[in-house]
């Protein structure tokens, strides 16, 4: 059977293959971290953003959506904490001149714990059959115990330093844990250093005095500028929430595991502004609406959990993650954060304005609470697609590459096939296909056998493929085969449309979440 990471690498290759991501500036051997969207991959990309706006703003009538500027005021990031606290802790390898983020190494530690009761369990339930008491033997088990308490140990430590901004510290666990480098193999580390992960540059020419601005981090900071003026005009009452989708850029120095972990990613990002007090109450309906959004898309609910954060960000009382399982294990997709009023507040004093809302109710002004939901659209996507993607064996020894996209989802809808170039097939599907262009993306494909051109449907998830035949002349039916079943029907012209649009409209999705 082949290992996760041979899948993974199969599933970077098949996203190149067919036109869903890209290495940016490939030409020039790429950048690294950076990656482009191509021809599948934009489709894909713009129908998750799409599931998120309307989800947030259809679905929520207190929330509105803005676009903001990526280029903001230098004081904004002094004002958010950004330039002061947004750093990583790195440490280097003297001997390979590596650069490493000291909370991986050490959360790559832990982890080798938990793989190792894992697999303890693993053996155990492998032996014991269906006599086997998974909880019992977890309790029990010596080497269990003793590695869980290891783990433990090494976490709180790890939590502590952490939060206490205790670079010393970290470094120790470094030295005690004997982590080595793993290209030169040595535990010649330098100390832990802090970095700054904002890119900077300049606005305006060196000759007016050129002003040192940054490219956003987070989206987040342009709405808490616009807090007033979305308030304001658009009349609108506490709790509400602005949502936004944007880039955002981090010179992310361990940047690894393809659209994972990139220089310059988007985010779909909602703040919802509550009175003091009520922060938890939302903050736990915004954590069960975003996680059945995760599982509405049907990938499997088993693949999704909360992981509540070890450390706190600058701004936050409570934090949490909603994790997928990646073939690299559970990773975080989606940040959920009460921020309390730290940036509405910052702003207010950095700027010297009154940022306060007046609520009738209470007949008093305050600076509202938020609770911001913060998602990457990246790691969205390869999270889709990694639950999508199978190597199918068929029957007669055949098989076949299939992306099992969520049909809402899928880049394309619809491929209408003649079955032969000639015969007035061709002719006859350009009519059906100009019908459904309007409601659906559709593509048109008469090149090689039938079977070769379902593959490639397979292969960029269209759920649905039309076959015209000569029967189609004579009786205004056509073949519809099924992405995952791969099951034909025959069809009439007229009922084509009803067919597609029960599994592809947002709506049924929607609904799902508006229940
Ligand atoms: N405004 C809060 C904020 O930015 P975050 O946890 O740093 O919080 C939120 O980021 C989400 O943005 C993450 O859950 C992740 O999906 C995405 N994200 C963050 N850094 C990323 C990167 N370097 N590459 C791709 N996605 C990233």
Redesign the pocket.
């Known amino acids: 059977m082949a290992s996760q990471e041979d899948i993974f690498k199969k599933l970077i290759a098949h996203c190149k293959e067919y036109g869903f991501v890209f290495p940016s500036s490939e030409i020039y051997d790429g950048l690294a971290a950076v990656y482009d969207y191509g021809q599948m991959g934009a489709e894909l990309k713009n129908n998750i953003k799409r599931y998120w706006w309307e989800a947030m703003t259809l679905l929520n009538d207190n929330v509105v959506g803005i676009d903001a500027a990526i280029f903001m005021h230098p004081t904004t990031w002094k004002a958010s904490g950004h330039v002061d606290a947004f750093n990583d802790p790195l440490i280097d390898n003297r001997d390979s001149k590596k650069r490493y983020r000291a909370d991986v190494l050490i959360e790559e530690l832990v982890a080798k714990f938990d793989d190792k009761i894992e697999k303890e369990v693993e053996k155990a339930a492998k032996r014991f059959g269906e006599k086997f008491d998974e909880d019992l033997f977890r309790q029990t088990n010596p080497r269990i115990v003793e590695n869980r308490e290891k783990r433990d140990t090494l976490h709180a430590r790890f939590a502590k330093a952490l939060n206490d901004n205790d670079l010393d510290e970290l470094k120790q666990i470094i030295v005690d844990y004997e982590v080595v480098c793993p290209v030169s193999g040595t535990k010649n580390w330098t100390d832990v250093r802090q970095f700054n992960l904002m890119f900077a540059t300049e606005i305006g020419s060196t000759a007016d005095g050129a002003m040192k601005i940054y490219l956003r981090p987070?989206t987040?900071q342009g709405i808490f500028v616009n807090f007033l003026n979305v308030q304001k005009t658009g009349r609108m009452k506490v709790p509400f929430g602005i949502a936004q989708i944007g880039k955002a850029f981090?010179n992310?120095i361990v940047a690894r595991q393809f659209i994972?972990?990139?220089r310059e990613?988007e985010?779909m990002?909602m703040q919802f502004f509550v009175r003091p007090g009520e922060e938890m109450k939302w903050f736990e309906y915004w954590k069960q609406f975003r996680l059945k959004w995760h599982k509405a898309l049907g990938l499997g609910d088993h693949k999704y959990r909360f992981h509540d954060h070890d450390k706190l960000a600058h701004y936050a009382n409570a934090a949490t993650?909603i994790e997928f399982e990646m073939p690299f294990g559970f990773k975080?997709?989606?940040?959920i954060?009460s921020r309390t009023d730290f940036d509405l507040s910052s702003h207010e004093k950095f700027s010297g304005r009154n940022i306060k809302y007046f609520d009738p109710e209470l007949n008093e002004s305050y600076v509202p609470y938020v609770i911001?939901t913060?998602?990457?659209v990246?790691?969205t996507f390869l999270s889709i697609v990694a639950a999508s993607y199978e190597e199918q064996a068929l029957e007669g020894g055949d098989s076949r590459v299939v992306l099992h996209l969520p049909p809402v989802l899928a880049p394309v809808k619809v491929a209408v096939l003649p079955l032969v170039k000639k015969d007035g097939l061709p002719e006859k599907a350009r009519e059906i296909m100009n019908e459904l262009k309007f409601d659906f993306k559709t593509v048109y494909d008469e090149k090689d056998s039938i079977g070769k051109r379902y593959r490639r449907q397979d292969a960029i998830g269209t759920p649905f493929c039309i076959t015209i035949d000569h029967q189609t002349l004579d009786d205004q039916t056509v073949t519809v085969r099924n992405r995952d079943t791969m099951e034909q029907q025959r069809v009439k012209i007229a009922e084509i449309y009803k067919l597609i649009d029960k599994e592809v409209n947002l709506r049924n999705v929607l609904k799902k979440l508006g229940e």
């Open positions: 987070e987040a981090r992310e994972f972990r990139m990613f985010q990002e993650d975080e997709v989606e940040g954060h911001e913060s998602i990457g990246d790691r």
